[in-house]
């Protein structure tokens, strides 16, 4: 986790054989009460953006989190027309 001038405030590091699907959200959740955020941006790869994850992300009180994926074109296209 960086502020606004790219200065990193954390950073937490999994074993290898650790599931993203299983720390993305309890990670954000964990970020924005123990730093007092509600705005945030999270950066990720095609593994840790999944449906499951970017549904959870469409919840009320998830709307000022937003998200940069490595998805594909498709992948994109499917969520965003997703209801």
């Given at each position: ?12 590091v999994f ?5 993203d ?12 009460k ?11 790869d ?5 449906r ?8 009320k ?23």
């Open positions: 986790m960086t502020d606004a001038d790219c200065r990193p405030l954390a950073v937490e074993e290898g054989n650790t599931s699907q299983t720390t993305v959200m309890d990670k954000i959740d964990d970020m924005r123990d730093f007092h955020i509600d705005e945030m941006i999270f950066i990720g095609r593994g840790m953006v999944t499951a994850w970017r549904e959870d992300l469409q919840k009180e998830y709307e000022a989190v937003k998200y940069i994926s490595a998805l594909k074109r498709k992948e994109f296209f499917d969520f965003r027309y997703m209801h």
